[in-house]
DNA sequence: CGCGACAATGGGAACGTTCCCATGGAAACA
DNA sequence: TGTTTCCATGGGAACGTTCCCATTGTCGCG
């Protein structure tokens, strides 16, 4: 007993057959017990002598055996594994809730498998069919379109991520509150007494788009002004995105100086651009952000956001998933305001001379 | 035929039985011929009759079925999937380094399962116990600890990434080229007559740290300076950690002009601590960092820096994973230098005077 | 003392696929 | 026409586990 002879496998050629030097057997051999008793050991079964199961984990110490998940998961019909589907994880925003994911499916022994959709729905069909055929417990999923017929009938759990999560109402989902940030931070716009906000926002066809424009025209007739003239310019969720809409802002014949943009990086793109046209950050224009990712404290000045609690997003989509209720549930995490400097608190220039 | 009954399954109690609706038998059945010639078309092996092969596919079409990759894993020995050790997902260098590695292997239909060791032995050795079980074709490992002794057996190929990963010749292994960074970072402060830099630099047991300051001593040696005298503060890898080691350094008697951060984070943490001591960054204090992450652009001023070629990293990392030579090979891959606002590009102030 | 209940265990089937070997037939060659 | 070769196919074993059922032994209780 002890070490095996037979476990180098130094380099792979892709197609060589790999046998698994131990198994269940050889310790249930070493052990002088069936090899269900093992299995029961290993699997935490009841009905177990502790003299059986102190014989058996004393082999598995020795050997170092470990279970071939495979094989578990082949006739158990549970993984361990559940899929991440979002749309990248060079994100900050994503990357960080597939952080809050994988530290919650860590802490019950779950992996996580990563997919990067790009926005585009012939990735994210490719990558559902790889987690399909790799059978994984579940999915937490950022969908890219709004159509889910295809992925209803999926047969694994789902949760669904995001802002437009909450749309199906049988599949269990976990977005952020936007209206409840847009509130805040149009409150806090408010207070500060900026007017009324033009808009950046992203992608026309994603409904996220739709949800934000939304929330801010209900927020700002709440507070009975007319939202008629809303400047709205469209861009890329990216930095560069950002950057080209303001510059087509500062182009036009509107001169805003308060921007509410509907992505950090969309924020930051656009406080560059202010930047190169020589204006000032927040004196002449002030700009709002919205996700709460790093890089906005970084920036300068640092960028005033409402912050998604994108973290506890990914952990609380996981436990969704696995503490699964009989209906769909659907849970909306309230956003914090983050104070930092790219929103002008002086009163405005008109009622300070 | 075409859509099955019992195919649907909505929510899912952990412990419910999952049986596959459809099998290879099943489409063997449906086709007229045998499962091995099923499993022939599926995995393109040769010698299949045209007709056959038809039959079968337009069977499977019309199903809609998936083969389980488990049993498939179970008895070919291959997952097609790969695993990714990190220290953490949220940390934009790691992330795009995870992006990289993704895309190759989206191209080669692997799936990625990603770990986060956030710099933890402990942490570590249980995601390296995930990816055993789980039968991975094989891993990149970002190690904490230089030692390697429990993992050089591990069974299965592996990949060292990052900059420690060079000093075991027996594994392969990718990183960026640190000596050549180092070597266009202070040829471009050089350049522009910006002196000798104080170092703020990481984690002291990182292997990473001393590689950086000893190519950063080799430098200036070769530039003839001596390097006796040579700042280097200690930190966490974080912006606070860089803001902290900053600070500390403005309230040294040394007064540096030029810093040089072993990472981005740090390097926009010092700039911070600048900005908030009432200096100007690059008038008074130039910066420069390593990494090229994101946040970089957006700081003010643009963050200068070494770029790592971070998604490269990944992406030959899984290429070398797979395409497996005989020999360890040791892919070193160049830095570039991003030039934005950080570094004084006038001469200073004691010549222009 | 007999009998049911239950704890502890073993052996075989099952999970869904790939791999190996055997077989039949057609094509190629003498 | 007989023999060899090779293509196409089928059937069973194997992968390493968990699940199910049967068997044994022990205890408690009437």
Redesign the interface.
């Known amino acids: 007993m002890g070490t095996f002879p037979w476990?180098?496998?130094?380099?792979?050629?892709?197609s060589?057959?790999?046998?698994q030097?131990t198994t269940i057997i050889d310790i249930a051999r070493l052990a002088g017990v069936s090899k269900s008793t093992v299995s029961r050991v290993l699997t935490d079964a009841p009905n177990i002598s502790k003299d059986a199961r102190e014989r058996v984990l004393e082999v598995v110490r020795q050997t170092g055996f470990?279970?071939?998940?495979?094989?578990r998961?082949?006739r158990s019909?549970?993984?361990?594994?559940v899929g991440l589907v979002i749309p990248?994880?060079?994100n900050?925003f994503w990357?960080?809730v597939?952080?809050g994911a994988?530290?919650a499916a860590?802490d019950k022994?779950t992996?996580?498998?990563?997919?990067?959709s790009d926005w585009d729905p012939d990735?994210e069909a490719?990558h559902f069919?790889?987690l399909?055929?790799?059978?994984v417990?579940?999915a937490i999923i950022n969908p890219v379109r709004d159509s889910l017929e295809d992925i209803a009938?999926f047969?694994?759990?789902l949760v669904l991520i995001g802002s437009s999560a909450g749309r199906f109402a049988?599949l269990p989902s976990v977005g952020s509150n936007i209206e409840q940030g847009v509130a805040i931070g149009l409150d806090h716009a408010n207070t500060l007494g900026l007017g009324l906000p033009a808009l950046i926002v992203g992608d026309a066809e994603r409904s996220a788009r739709l949800r934000f424009v939304a929330a801010v025209k209900a927020e700002i007739s709440l507070r009975g002004s007319a939202t008629d003239n809303l400047i709205v310019e469209d861009g890329h969720y990216t930095?560069e995105g950002g950057r080209a809409a303001m510059e087509r802002i500062l182009a036009s014949s509107s001169k805003p100086t308060f921007i509410f943009a509907a992505n950090d990086l969309m924020a930051?793109?656009a406080?560059?651009a202010v930047?190169e046209a020589g204006l000032r950050c927040p004196e002449d224009i002030s700009i709002l952000g919205f996700d709460g990712i790093?890089?906005g404290?970084?920036?300068?000045?640092g960028l005033t956001t409402v912050a998604k609690p994108s973290?506890q997003l990914g952990a609380h989509a996981f436990n969704l998933l696995?503490e699964?209720r009989?209906t769909a549930e659907h849970l909306t995490l309230p956003c914090t305001l983050i104070e930092r400097g790219s929103v002008r608190t002086a009163p405005p220039l008109s009622c300070a001379i």
């Open positions: 476990k180098h496998r130094i380099g792979m050629a892709s060589m057959k790999k046998r030097d470990r279970p071939n998940h495979l094989a998961s082949l019909g549970n993984t361990g594994i990248d994880i060079a900050p990357a960080d597939a952080r994988q530290d860590s022994g992996s996580i498998l990563i997919f990067s990735r490719r069919r790889a399909l055929q790799a059978r417990d579940g009938d047969g694994i759990p049988d930095v930051l793109g406080m560059q930047r790093p890089a404290e970084v920036s300068a000045p973290r696995t699964k009989q």
